[in-house]
Protein backbone atom coordinates (compact mmCIF):
# COMPACT_ATOMS: atom_id res chain seq x y z
CA UNK A 1 0.00 0.00 0.00
CA UNK A 2 1.82 3.47 -0.78
CA UNK A 3 0.16 5.36 1.80
CA UNK A 4 1.80 2.35 4.36
CA UNK A 5 5.26 3.76 2.74
CA UNK A 6 4.79 7.39 2.59
CA UNK A 7 3.52 7.13 6.20
CA UNK A 8 6.87 5.52 7.37
CA UNK A 9 8.66 8.20 5.46
CA UNK A 10 6.96 10.87 6.94
CA UNK A 11 7.54 9.67 10.04
CA UNK A 12 10.73 8.79 9.75
CA UNK A 13 11.61 12.66 9.16
CA UNK A 14 10.65 12.65 5.49
CA UNK A 15 8.08 15.33 4.86
CA UNK A 16 8.55 15.28 1.64
CA UNK A 17 6.44 12.31 1.76
CA UNK A 18 3.82 14.00 2.57
CA UNK A 19 3.27 16.16 -0.31
CA UNK A 20 2.43 12.26 -1.91
CA UNK A 21 -0.51 12.30 0.40
CA UNK A 22 -1.51 15.71 -0.42
CA UNK A 23 -1.39 15.00 -4.19
CA UNK A 24 -3.62 12.05 -3.71
CA UNK A 25 -6.39 13.36 -1.24
CA UNK A 26 -6.22 16.68 -1.94
CA UNK A 27 -9.15 16.86 -4.30
CA UNK A 28 -11.67 14.62 -2.67
CA UNK A 29 -10.76 16.53 0.71
CA UNK A 30 -11.63 19.53 -0.86
CA UNK A 31 -15.19 18.13 -2.54
CA UNK A 32 -16.22 16.92 0.65
CA UNK A 33 -15.10 20.19 2.55
CA UNK A 34 -17.18 22.19 -0.31
CA UNK A 35 -20.12 19.98 -0.10
CA UNK A 36 -20.57 20.96 3.83
CA UNK A 37 -19.30 24.22 3.92
CA UNK A 38 -20.56 25.56 0.08
CA UNK A 39 -17.92 28.12 0.15
CA UNK A 40 -14.67 27.91 -2.14
CA UNK A 41 -12.27 29.97 0.39
CA UNK A 42 -14.29 28.18 3.80
CA UNK A 43 -13.51 24.77 2.29
CA UNK A 44 -10.09 25.35 1.57
CA UNK A 45 -9.03 26.59 4.99
CA UNK A 46 -10.64 23.43 6.58
CA UNK A 47 -8.85 21.58 3.81
CA UNK A 48 -5.22 22.55 5.52
CA UNK A 49 -6.85 22.13 9.09
CA UNK A 50 -7.43 18.76 8.55
CA UNK A 51 -3.86 18.32 6.43
CA UNK A 52 -2.40 19.58 9.54
CA UNK A 53 -3.78 17.61 11.96
CA UNK A 54 -3.54 14.54 9.92
CA UNK A 55 0.12 14.94 10.03
CA UNK A 56 -0.23 15.83 13.53
CA UNK A 57 -2.45 12.44 14.58
CA UNK A 58 0.02 10.26 11.84
CA UNK A 59 2.18 8.50 14.92
CA UNK A 60 -0.81 7.01 16.20
CA UNK A 61 -2.90 5.60 12.70
CA UNK A 62 -2.30 2.50 13.06
CA UNK A 63 -4.33 1.20 10.07
CA UNK A 64 -6.70 0.11 12.02
CA UNK A 65 -9.26 0.89 9.07
CA UNK A 66 -8.61 2.55 5.79
CA UNK A 67 -6.21 5.71 5.92
CA UNK A 68 -8.40 7.46 3.17
CA UNK A 69 -11.65 6.65 6.12
CA UNK A 70 -9.63 7.74 8.45
CA UNK A 71 -8.94 11.19 6.87
CA UNK A 72 -11.73 11.74 5.47
CA UNK A 73 -13.52 11.43 8.97
CA UNK A 74 -10.99 14.50 10.05
CA UNK A 75 -11.92 16.26 7.31
CA UNK A 76 -15.70 15.66 7.79
CA UNK A 77 -15.09 16.70 11.28
CA UNK A 78 -13.20 19.82 10.39
CA UNK A 79 -15.40 20.83 7.96
CA UNK A 80 -18.41 20.58 10.36
CA UNK A 81 -16.70 22.75 13.34
CA UNK A 82 -16.09 24.72 10.70
CA UNK A 83 -19.80 25.35 10.02
CA UNK A 84 -20.93 24.84 13.57
CA UNK A 85 -24.69 23.73 12.18
CA UNK A 86 -25.12 20.09 13.29
CA UNK A 87 -28.54 20.03 12.39
CA UNK A 88 -27.81 19.29 9.13
CA UNK A 89 -26.21 15.97 10.02
CA UNK A 90 -28.79 15.12 12.91
CA UNK A 91 -29.18 11.31 13.14
CA UNK A 92 -32.75 11.12 12.15
CA UNK A 93 -35.51 8.81 11.09
CA UNK A 94 -37.33 10.25 7.92
CA UNK A 95 -40.18 8.12 5.55
CA UNK A 96 -38.29 7.28 2.76
CA UNK A 97 -38.63 9.04 -0.44
CA UNK A 98 -40.17 6.93 -3.27
CA UNK A 99 -38.60 4.96 -6.13
CA UNK A 100 -37.15 7.18 -9.54
CA UNK A 101 -39.54 7.66 -12.00
CA UNK A 102 -39.19 7.14 -15.80
CA UNK A 103 -39.43 10.52 -16.53
CA UNK A 104 -36.30 11.29 -14.06
CA UNK A 105 -34.07 8.26 -15.13
CA UNK A 106 -34.56 9.60 -18.76
CA UNK A 107 -33.25 13.02 -18.04
CA UNK A 108 -30.35 11.67 -16.07
CA UNK A 109 -29.74 9.03 -19.48
CA UNK A 110 -30.07 12.07 -21.88
CA UNK A 111 -26.73 14.09 -20.10
CA UNK A 112 -24.65 10.91 -19.98
CA UNK A 113 -22.89 11.66 -23.05
CA UNK A 114 -23.04 15.77 -22.74
CA UNK A 115 -19.61 17.59 -22.70
CA UNK A 116 -20.66 19.70 -19.72
CA UNK A 117 -22.29 16.69 -17.87
CA UNK A 118 -19.56 17.44 -14.99
CA UNK A 119 -21.00 20.88 -14.66
CA UNK A 120 -24.58 19.75 -14.59
CA UNK A 121 -23.77 17.48 -12.49
CA UNK A 122 -22.05 19.98 -9.96
CA UNK A 123 -24.95 22.21 -10.33
CA UNK A 124 -26.99 20.04 -9.21
CA UNK A 125 -25.03 18.61 -5.96
CA UNK A 126 -24.70 22.40 -4.98
CA UNK A 127 -28.93 22.71 -5.22
CA UNK A 128 -28.83 19.67 -2.79
CA UNK A 129 -28.76 19.56 0.87
CA UNK A 130 -25.26 19.37 2.04
CA UNK A 131 -25.69 16.12 4.18
CA UNK A 132 -27.24 14.33 0.79
CA UNK A 133 -24.62 15.56 -1.59
CA UNK A 134 -21.86 14.76 0.82
CA UNK A 135 -23.60 11.19 1.17
CA UNK A 136 -23.94 10.69 -2.67
CA UNK A 137 -20.23 11.93 -3.35
CA UNK A 138 -18.62 9.86 -0.77
CA UNK A 139 -21.39 6.69 -2.36
CA UNK A 140 -21.00 7.25 -5.90
CA UNK A 141 -17.97 9.77 -7.14
CA UNK A 142 -15.23 8.39 -4.04
CA UNK A 143 -17.06 4.55 -3.87
CA UNK A 144 -17.06 4.24 -0.47
CA UNK A 145 -18.97 1.89 1.40
CA UNK A 146 -22.17 2.18 3.50
CA UNK A 147 -19.61 1.26 6.36
CA UNK A 148 -16.92 3.69 5.60
CA UNK A 149 -19.76 6.00 5.41
CA UNK A 150 -21.00 5.47 8.63
CA UNK A 151 -17.22 5.08 9.92
CA UNK A 152 -16.23 9.05 8.16
CA UNK A 153 -19.92 10.76 9.58
CA UNK A 154 -20.79 8.96 12.64
CA UNK A 155 -24.10 7.92 11.27
CA UNK A 156 -26.12 4.71 11.55
CA UNK A 157 -25.68 2.56 8.84
CA UNK A 158 -29.68 3.01 8.64
CA UNK A 159 -29.42 6.35 8.80
CA UNK A 160 -26.70 6.31 5.55
CA UNK A 161 -29.20 4.04 3.47
CA UNK A 162 -31.80 6.17 3.95
CA UNK A 163 -30.16 9.21 3.49
CA UNK A 164 -28.89 8.20 0.62
CA UNK A 165 -32.16 7.00 -1.33
CA UNK A 166 -33.47 10.40 -0.42
CA UNK A 167 -30.25 12.05 -1.54
CA UNK A 168 -30.66 10.27 -4.90
CA UNK A 169 -34.17 11.13 -5.30
CA UNK A 170 -33.60 14.46 -4.77
CA UNK A 171 -30.82 14.40 -7.26
CA UNK A 172 -32.80 12.67 -10.43
CA UNK A 173 -35.73 15.23 -9.13
CA UNK A 174 -33.62 18.14 -9.55
CA UNK A 175 -31.68 17.43 -12.91
CA UNK A 176 -34.89 16.59 -14.25
CA UNK A 177 -36.17 20.22 -13.29
CA UNK A 178 -32.76 21.62 -14.73
CA UNK A 179 -33.37 19.75 -17.80
CA UNK A 180 -36.98 21.11 -18.64
CA UNK A 181 -35.59 24.71 -17.15
CA UNK A 182 -32.98 24.13 -19.97
CA UNK A 183 -35.62 23.27 -22.96
CA UNK A 184 -37.71 26.21 -21.77
CA UNK A 185 -34.81 28.29 -21.48
CA UNK A 186 -33.87 27.29 -25.19
CA UNK A 187 -37.88 27.35 -26.39
CA UNK B 1 -36.30 1.10 -19.07
CA UNK B 2 -34.71 -1.18 -16.37
CA UNK B 3 -35.09 0.44 -13.51
CA UNK B 4 -33.29 -1.72 -11.16
CA UNK B 5 -31.07 -0.96 -7.76
CA UNK B 6 -28.22 -1.79 -10.01
CA UNK B 7 -29.35 0.13 -13.51
CA UNK B 8 -29.71 3.09 -11.21
CA UNK B 9 -26.88 2.87 -9.14
CA UNK B 10 -24.97 2.32 -12.42
CA UNK B 11 -26.09 5.15 -13.61
CA UNK B 12 -25.94 7.77 -10.89
CA UNK B 13 -22.30 6.86 -10.87
CA UNK B 14 -21.97 7.42 -14.58
CA UNK B 15 -23.36 10.94 -13.60
CA UNK B 16 -21.11 11.53 -10.62
CA UNK B 17 -17.66 10.26 -12.64
CA UNK B 18 -15.23 13.19 -12.40
CA UNK B 19 -17.18 15.67 -10.42
CA UNK B 20 -14.53 16.17 -8.16
CA UNK B 21 -14.74 19.69 -6.51
CA UNK B 22 -11.52 21.73 -7.86
CA UNK B 23 -8.99 23.56 -5.45
CA UNK B 24 -7.26 26.19 -6.19
CA UNK B 25 -3.85 25.72 -7.59
CA UNK B 26 -2.08 27.34 -4.50
CA UNK B 27 -3.65 25.44 -2.03
CA UNK B 28 -1.33 22.40 -2.49
CA UNK B 29 1.55 24.76 -1.43
CA UNK B 30 -0.29 26.32 1.64
CA UNK B 31 -0.70 22.98 2.86
CA UNK B 32 3.11 21.81 2.49
CA UNK B 33 4.08 25.31 3.91
CA UNK B 34 2.17 24.58 7.05
CA UNK B 35 3.20 21.37 6.94
CA UNK B 36 6.87 22.60 7.09
CA UNK B 37 5.91 24.70 9.77
CA UNK B 38 4.98 22.04 12.08
CA UNK B 39 7.83 20.41 11.20
CA UNK B 40 10.13 23.11 12.55
CA UNK B 41 8.44 23.77 15.06
CA UNK B 42 9.05 20.12 16.27
CA UNK B 43 12.12 20.28 15.44
CA UNK B 44 12.95 22.84 17.58
CA UNK B 45 11.32 21.25 21.03
CA UNK B 46 13.58 18.22 20.53
CA UNK B 47 16.77 19.50 19.93
CA UNK B 48 17.05 23.28 21.83
CA UNK B 49 18.75 22.76 25.10
CA UNK B 50 19.54 25.36 27.50
CA UNK B 51 23.20 26.63 28.01
CA UNK B 52 23.86 26.52 31.77
CA UNK B 53 23.05 29.51 33.32
CA UNK B 54 26.36 31.78 34.98
CA UNK B 55 24.63 30.96 38.71
CA UNK B 56 24.46 27.76 38.29
CA UNK B 57 28.03 27.43 37.01
CA UNK B 58 29.04 29.43 40.00
CA UNK B 59 27.00 27.54 41.87
CA UNK B 60 28.72 24.32 41.02
CA UNK B 61 32.06 25.68 41.22
CA UNK B 62 31.18 26.54 44.79
CA UNK B 63 29.87 23.14 45.42
CA UNK B 64 32.97 21.67 43.79
CA UNK B 65 34.81 23.76 46.20
CA UNK B 66 33.25 22.79 49.26
CA UNK B 67 33.59 19.07 48.56
CA UNK B 68 36.98 19.59 47.83
CA UNK B 69 38.00 21.31 51.19
CA UNK B 70 35.64 19.13 52.91
CA UNK B 71 36.83 15.80 51.18
CA UNK B 72 40.68 17.30 52.14
CA UNK B 73 39.98 18.43 56.02
CA UNK B 74 38.60 14.62 56.24
CA UNK B 75 41.93 13.65 55.41
CA UNK B 76 44.15 16.34 57.10
CA UNK B 77 45.11 14.77 60.64
CA UNK B 78 44.85 18.37 62.32
CA UNK B 79 43.35 19.36 65.47
CA UNK B 80 39.64 20.39 65.16
CA UNK B 81 39.36 23.26 66.09
CA UNK B 82 38.46 26.12 63.85
CA UNK B 83 41.58 28.28 63.47
CA UNK B 84 43.78 25.09 62.80
CA UNK B 85 41.13 23.99 60.48
CA UNK B 86 41.43 27.23 58.89
CA UNK B 87 45.15 27.47 58.70
CA UNK B 88 45.11 24.09 57.35
CA UNK B 89 42.96 24.94 55.06
CA UNK B 90 44.97 28.21 53.77
CA UNK B 91 47.69 26.71 52.67
CA UNK B 92 45.96 24.22 50.85
CA UNK B 93 43.68 27.03 49.12
CA UNK B 94 45.56 27.82 45.94
CA UNK B 95 45.32 23.88 45.39
CA UNK B 96 41.40 23.84 46.16
CA UNK B 97 41.31 26.69 43.83
CA UNK B 98 42.98 25.55 41.15
CA UNK B 99 41.29 21.69 41.24
CA UNK B 100 37.54 23.61 41.73
CA UNK B 101 38.65 25.97 38.45
CA UNK B 102 39.54 23.08 36.72
CA UNK B 103 36.47 21.17 37.18
CA UNK B 104 34.29 24.02 36.76
CA UNK B 105 35.68 24.94 33.74
CA UNK B 106 35.62 21.07 32.22
CA UNK B 107 32.00 21.09 32.89
CA UNK B 108 31.17 24.51 31.53
CA UNK B 109 32.87 23.66 28.42
CA UNK B 110 31.71 20.31 27.96
CA UNK B 111 27.96 21.18 28.05
CA UNK B 112 28.97 24.03 25.61
CA UNK B 113 30.18 21.56 22.98
CA UNK B 114 27.18 19.63 23.44
CA UNK B 115 25.08 22.55 22.86
CA UNK B 116 26.78 23.49 19.81
CA UNK B 117 26.62 20.44 18.38
CA UNK B 118 22.79 20.08 18.77
CA UNK B 119 22.69 23.45 17.68
CA UNK B 120 24.55 22.36 14.35
CA UNK B 121 23.10 19.47 14.22
CA UNK B 122 19.75 21.18 14.31
CA UNK B 123 20.71 23.32 11.36
CA UNK B 124 21.82 20.74 9.54
CA UNK B 125 18.64 18.67 9.80
CA UNK B 126 16.35 21.33 9.27
CA UNK B 127 18.33 21.86 6.05
CA UNK B 128 18.02 18.42 4.41
CA UNK B 129 14.09 18.03 5.30
CA UNK B 130 13.38 21.18 3.98
CA UNK B 131 15.80 21.37 1.26
Request: aromatic share 10%; net charge neutral.
Amino acid sequence: MDEQKWIMHILAGDTQSFSCLVAKYEKMAYTIAFRILENREEAEEAVQDAFVKMYRALPDFQFESKFSTWFYRIVYRTALSALRQQRNFADYEEAGATDLTMAEMDAASSILEREDRKEIISGVLKKLPADESLLLTLYYLEECSVDEIRQITDLTASNVKIKLFRGRKHFYETLQKMMKQEVSDLL
Amino acid sequence: MNTSEEHIDKLTKKLMNGTFEQPSPSLNTRIMALIMGEKRSLIRKCYIKRMPSLSMVIGCFVVYMMLIAGVASLFMKQSETMSNLLEGLKNIFPMLLTIGTCVSLFFFFTQLDNWLNTKESMKTNVGKKIG
